[in-house]
């Protein structure tokens, strides 16, 4: 799963939080094909883990801003 960051920053919360789960399962899922020897592109780890960075970084500003405005 690979995603920009200006693609992530035209979703909203909610289509954020679905890629961040789905991001995570596919993330198990690579985790445990290395653990049974089926995973060969081990790059594939790597890009998971980055892009679940991105959307909990993008999300986390969201949930920030959302917070600074309710304070106004």
Do not use: C, W, Y
């Amino acid at each position: 799963m690979k995603i920009k960051t200006s693609e992530i920053r035209t979703l909203s919360v909610g289509e954020i939080q679905k890629h961040l789960n789905d991001a995570r399962e596919e993330l198990m899922r690579l985790r445990f094909r290395l653990a049974t020897g089926e995973l060969t592109d081990h790059t594939q780890i790597r890009f998971t883990r980055r892009s679940i960075a991105r959307l909990e970084t993008i999300l986390n500003e969201r949930m920030q801003v959302e917070e600074m405005e309710g304070e106004k």
